[in-house]
């Protein structure tokens, strides 16, 4: 979608013979359905006017097209100001201009951040201008067929209007951005570089024709990004399917074939702590991208989007492997069936409202069937955490009911993490308190696990593995505040018998956690490490779960006041109390259930004031 669309000659008529802001505000509503908001309508007032000084030119042709919030597909980023046309050689290229208000910023030590006000009241981290601009390039370079078939050669840049250059912006922190997308700043000479720019790129006019195909252009990965992605899985152990994997991802790859917008496919997948489900999923995602299907990896959680994308990447750029995958929670405004396929991992996490304040669209599940031909949901009920988890099997299937889809259930069964113990995972069951099972013990031989006394012992234990390859972490119920959120130099987890402290690792490396170096003196939680495995885990069992004479019981008073997971059950017990206490003591236990299957070679524990076990 395009909001305004013109020649270079239209556009400037409407510069001077109307307020532009106004006529790119009423083309908004009429293509949005709605008022911008007062913020950007003033952005268009001053970035428009500067962009139309730009183009008083007499060299840069009059009929070269011109498109003023540009919506790429799929996403939720629009390009602010582009412009077509041909070089020399007649070759059709595209120029993308990202416009930015901005007078001042501040270097960020992170990869292609900057720190700058972006029209909120304070100062935020964010994308560089010259990284955002390439990005969109990289963007419609993998997904739009009319770019890539036609050889449309992209050039980005950055046009910051009122900005004086300060060294910050143009600093060689971001030379790689810089180089593939150059800033251009205030000044006459900066306004005659960004001329000369436009005018090395695009010589001739095409009358807007390219905007307009490459707006029909129709969404599908481009034969590039499919191959490189193949690559990058082939022959890679830790993607290599077995047993039932294979039989379930080549009924998912059928189903997906046979899906249409007259006939849905739902897949529900079953499968325990580490039968494979993500590895399913990723081969999904490969294969189904590989055959031109329009498919995103998607979760509720972004810790296994993260690792995914980054073992994935390889030579790819991050933002292409990134529009691949996708929360759960952008799906309310997909026009239904624009995806072919949609994977959905980790689907007993899905939640019925979305955004920030829960306060966006119907429910989750609904929405992302709606949204694709075939919908692929992974989910096990044994690792609902949170009072806001939806996704159990039933409720999958009900949904598939209601929207008109054929539904077939599959199972994967197999176990290979925790030493490929089932024995293990049902004992786990059986020490937890989830339910009765038969297994008392398990095969000591085949998987590490050991109760040690200490929180500082098991943590020296975690650093020696981790010495091996970098595959062993600690992590512990959210029942500890997070101080160092607002003084990096506090302790978050202190136990002062044991004289053991450290720090959760919440922000420090994000999402990546479980794969960062050095991470292993931090420790992590349910929402760093769901949907992830290590080598070795070491869980500190904190006070919200108590072994009470052999019996393990749920205190969930001894949750950090700051963990959503069970946000608001006091308010729950009054009106429901029964089963508000069965949900809660069951997201406890599945909590542990969940960091303690981590492993696949080994398991330790330290139970927090529980001296008999």
Not at 402 to 425: K, N, P, T
Not at 585 to 595: A, C, D, F, G, S
Request: proline residues 3%; aromatic residues 8%; negative net charge.
């Amino acid at each position: 979608m395009i909001v305004y669309q013109a020649t270079k000659s239209k556009f400037l008529h409407d510069c001077d013979h109307d307020q532009i802001e106004d006529v790119v505000e009423r083309a908004y509503v009429q293509r949005v359905g709605r008022y911008a908001s007062g913020s950007e309508f003033r952005s268009w007032r001053a970035s428009l006017a500067a962009m139309a000084r730009v183009l008083r030119d007499e060299d840069i042709p009059g009929d070269i097209g011109i498109g003023v919030e540009f919506g790429i597909p799929q996403t939720a980023k629009r390009i602010d100001f582009i412009l077509s046309g041909k070089a020399v050689d007649d070759t059709p290229h595209v120029v993308i201009v990202e416009l930015k208000q901005w007078s001042k910023s501040r270097i960020s030590e992170k990869d292609g951040i900057l720190i700058a006000n972006r029209g909120g009241g304070a100062e935020t981290e964010g994308a560089h201008p010259s990284y955002q601009a390439w990005s969109y390039a990289a963007l419609l370079n993998g997904f739009n067929e009319a770019v890539y078939e036609s050889g449309t050669e992209l050039r980005p840049c950055a046009y910051l209007h009122n900005y004086k250059d300060d060294g910050i912006i143009r600093n060689p922190h971001y030379a790689a951005y810089l180089d593939k997308a150059p800033v251009f700043l205030d000044g006459a000479d900066e306004l005659n570089k960004l001329r000369a720019f436009i005018k090395q790129h695009v010589r001739k006019g095409d009358q807007g024709k390219l905007l307009y195909e490459i707006e029909s252009g129709r969404i599908r990965p481009s034969k590039m990004l499919a191959d490189s992605l193949a690559k990058m899985l082939k022959g890679n152990q830790e993607f290599v399917l077995v047993d039932d994997q294979k039989v379930v991802y080549e009924t998912c790859l059928a189903k997906a074939a046979q899906a249409s917008n007259a006939r849905k496919q739902v897949v529900i997948v079953e499968g325990g702590p580490g039968t494979g489900k993500s590895v399913v999923a990723i081969n999904l995602l490969v294969e189904l991208t590989k055959r031109g299907q329009v498919t995103k990896y998607v979760s509720k959680n972004a810790a296994p989007r993260a690792v995914y994308q980054q073992k994935l990447a390889g030579h790819l750029r991050k933002v292409e492997i990134g529009n691949l995958f996708a929360g759960s929670g952008g799906f309310h405004q997909s026009e239904p069936n624009v995806f072919d396929t949609l994977v959905v991992d980790e689907a007993h996490r899905l939640n019925e409202k979305s955004g920030l304040y829960g306060n966006l669209g119907q429910n989750q599940i609904m929405e992302l069937i709606r949204s694709a031909r075939c919908t692929v949901f992974f989910a096990d009920d044994d690792q609902i955490v949170t009072l806001s988890d939806i996704g159990r099997i039933a409720e999958l299937e009900r949904w598939a009911g209601e929207m008109g889809a054929e539904v077939i259930r599959l199972e994967l069964a197999s176990q290979f993490r925790c030493g490929g113990s089932d024995g293990y995972i049902a004992w786990l069951d059986n020490f937890l308190g989830i339910r009765e099972t038969a297994n008392t013990d398990f095969d000591r031989d085949s998987f590490d696990f050991r109760i040690v006394d200490s929180p500082t012992e098991l943590h020296d234990l975690i650093r020696e593995k981790n010495k091996l390859n970098n595959k062993a972490r600690v992590v512990a119920g959210y029942c500890w505040d997070w101080e160092s959120k607002k003084d990096p130099k506090a302790w978050d987890i202190e136990i002062p018998e044991h004289g053991y402290r450290a720090q959760w690792n919440l922000d420090k490396d994000g999402s990546l956690w479980i794969v960062a170096p050095d991470s292993v003196e931090q420790v992590g939680c349910i929402h760093t490490c769901q949907g992830l495995e290590l080598d070795y885990v070491g869980v500190i069992i904190g006070p919200d779960l108590r072994w009470i004479d052999g019996q393990p019981d749920v205190f969930p008073e001894s949750r950090s006041r700051m963990d959503r997971s069970i946000r608001g059950y006091k308010t729950l017990m009054k009106q429901d109390p029964e089963a508000t206490r069965e949900r809660v003591e069951r997201i406890v236990r599945n909590t542990y259930k969940t960091l303690m299957s981590r492993g696949m070679k080994g398991c330790y524990v330290h139970i927090l004031g529980t001296k008999e076990l």
